[in-house]
């Protein structure tokens, strides 16, 4: 794991169970983000969390440009969607930049849903 790599979960009972965050600490240490870890994350936040604003809508939309047929083809468009995210100039840039203007727009809003003021 790279040193500048920081995990962060759903907050999903599965996800924060007794039996995950003993792998999460050893795996992460201090980098993870999350229900029950060193790093609290709110539940239901989907407006600050660029895998919900950003990722899983991105990744569907490759995996899903045409209709899939089988479970080889569904895992195969995975990993290429996954390595085109990977390999776009400037992507991660955009996302953080989202980020900051999603923070700040989580001020006035008092912390409640503000998506639909983006």
């Known amino acids: 794991m790279r040193s500048s790599m920081w995990f962060q979960h759903d907050g999903a009972p599965a996800h924060y ?11 992460y240490g201090q980098q993870w983000i ?5 790093v609290f994350w709110p539940a239901r936040s989907p407006d600050l969390n660029s ?30 969607a996954a390595g ?21 727009a989580c001020i006035p809003a008092w912390g409640r849903n503000f998506d639909h003021l983006l």
């Open 17 to 27: 169970s007794v039996d995950v965050r003993p792998h999460l600490n050893a795996t």
């Open 34 to 38: 999350g229900r029950g870890g060193p």
């Open 51 to 80: 895998l919900d604003y950003f990722l899983w809508g991105y990744v569907k939309s490759l995996v899903y440009e045409t209709p899939v047929n089988s479970a080889e083809v569904f895992v195969a468009r995975i990993a290429a």
């Open 84 to 104: 085109e995210v990977r390999d776009t100039p400037g992507i991660f840039a955009n996302v953080r930049s989202s980020m900051r203007r999603r923070c700040e």
